[in-house]
């Protein structure tokens, strides 16, 4: 059923309101004597309401909510990337400046050499205690939440222990006297 | 039904990272993103993960949202190319415009009395939904904008990015395909 010419448009038109008012009147007038248009009209009416609101389902219940957690666990994801982001940053700048000026320079191993490691303050190292507690605490949670964060959280592990035999050589060397220090500390 | 824009300090409270501000973006807008993500999936559960997704990149978004914009055209565009761009990634399934018996709508059918009288509401609306799925997605998108949001020519055309007589062009084609495809339903019916 096509209707007559232009009838089409004009039929959409009329069911959209987009009529002027003669326009309306006119095409009122046509219907009533034209069965085919007539015929289109009720078609094209049953598309219409199968396009609207009622056709589409409603919003599930607690869409808000989930989208919110959603949310939430979306940006706690985002703090943690970015403090491995500054983790990184700070790491590839200290290793670079280390590298740029060849291994620990002779004024700071001078220095290192008349420091007793054990005098090292107990609040420090509990300080670090504590920060490792966090980042452990940190490294759960995203773990529970990023794939592939195992992976990060071995390479990080890797790395602290890494930090750790570095560091237990640099307070062995520290407490080495002159005659058996290692070249590299002349 | 149509609400209007959100205030548009509660959108600047957005901006600034309030979550209880884009909670009430969330509500006010779910409506016709969920419709659009529901006539490019016909699927309520897909459709409600599909919302998500728009919600979340409107969140990253927003920043680069100037306030003194009305949000509605901002956010249904983005919902739009959200929607179309997942559809087309993930190859999202919709439903069959055949129907029980392997028969497609589109096709003129036989004249069949018995057939007729079988025809129900219930089904012709089913056919409808089906041929609607099978419809493009921006024409999809242009029809929900139209007949759920109530949106004007102009409105939906700032929204698209498209000119106004392109989706003038598309509503057309649009409701005319899915005319031919119950006409011959409704014959049988009536």
Redesign the interface.
Known sequence: ?TGCEGG??LA?AYLDGTLSGDERAHFEGHLHACPSCRR?V???R???T????P???P??AG??A???A???Q?RRRQRVWQSVVAAAAMLAVGTTLLALMGGVPEALTARLRQVDPMAIPQAVWQAVEGLAGGAAAVSGDWLSHVPGGSLVIGAALALLGAQSILVFRWRTLASLNGENRPRVLE | ?RRPDVAPDVVVAAQGGD?QA??RI??HY??PV??IA??MTCD?GRA?DL??DV??RV?RKLGTFRPDQPLRPWLLRLATNVCINALRKRRLPVVSVQTDDGADPREPQARDPEASELASRRE??EQ??GA?AQLPEDYRVI??L???EEMSYEEIAEALGRPVGTVKVRL?RA??R??RI??PV??DEG
Request: cysteine-free.
């Open positions: 059923m089409r448009e959409q289109m009720a078609e094209y049953w598309v219409f199968g396009l609207g609101e056709a589409i389902p919003v599930p869409f808000r989930r989208m919110m959603r949310l939430a979306s | 039904m979550e884009f909670e969330v509500e779910q409506r969920f419709a529901y006539r309520a409600e919302a998500q919600f979340l969140w012709l609306a409808l939904e609607i029809v929900t139209r007949h759920v057309f409701r005319e899915l005319r119950l006409g409704l014959e």
